[in-house]
């Protein structure tokens, strides 16, 4: 299913564990920053809804999608967190670097749920334009850090 068929902000209360007792990393990269704050709005008040406490939400700032692999394996290991969520939006321009950025993002963030023991959960936007970004950060498809706030939260307490 795409995107274009499903509202990315919603979920059932019901079906997601409190999350009170839980510790969040937020690392988000700062470009496209109209698009990277609202997708962390969307994480951040998803969290809230569902328990979590705002001392427990730890942010960081990248530079750019490239650096949050880095920085989520940075924060996971200095920081007592039970999840991360790696926020980012890339968007094609005039060149192959987009494919670069996109593929090693996504290669590095997979890479640290294999070697972590916690769960960095992939929220980062690959678009074609502005507006496609727009629509998935709290636009008419919903909010992409919703949704990953969401698996953040499924993620930390699998299997318990
Ligand atoms: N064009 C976009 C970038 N490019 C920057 C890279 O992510 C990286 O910071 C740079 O190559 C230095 O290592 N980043 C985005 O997040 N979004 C873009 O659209
Ligand atoms: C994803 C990018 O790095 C891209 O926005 C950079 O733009 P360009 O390909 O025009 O240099």
Redesign the pocket.
């Known amino acids: 299913m795409a995107t274009e068929n499903k509202n990315l902000s919603v979920y059932n209360k019901n079906t997601i564990p409190n999350a009170k007792a839980l510790r969040f990393g937020i690392v988000v ?1 700062e ?2 920053a109209e698009i990277t704050e609202g997708l962390f709005d969307g994480a951040k008040e998803a969290l809230i809804d569902c328990g979590a406490l705002e001392e427990n939400i730890t942010r960081w700032n990248v ?5 949050l692999t880095f920085g989520s394996k940075k924060l996971a290991t200095t920081h007592n967190v039970d999840a991360i969520i790696a926020i ?4 094609q ?1 005039e060149t192959k ?2 494919d670069f ?1 996109c593929s090693a ?1 996504a290669q590095g963030i997979k890479d640290l749920n294999v070697q972590l023991d916690i769960p960095v959960i992939f929220c980062v936007l690959t678009d074609n334009n502005m507006q496609q970004a727009r629509e998935r950060s709290g636009g008419k498809h919903g909010n992409k850090g919703t949704e990953a706030a969401i698996a953040a939260i499924k993620m930390a307490t699998l299997g318990a």
């Open positions: 990269s470009w496209n530079p750019g999608s490239f650096e980012g939006s890339v968007i321009g670097h987009f950025v993002t």
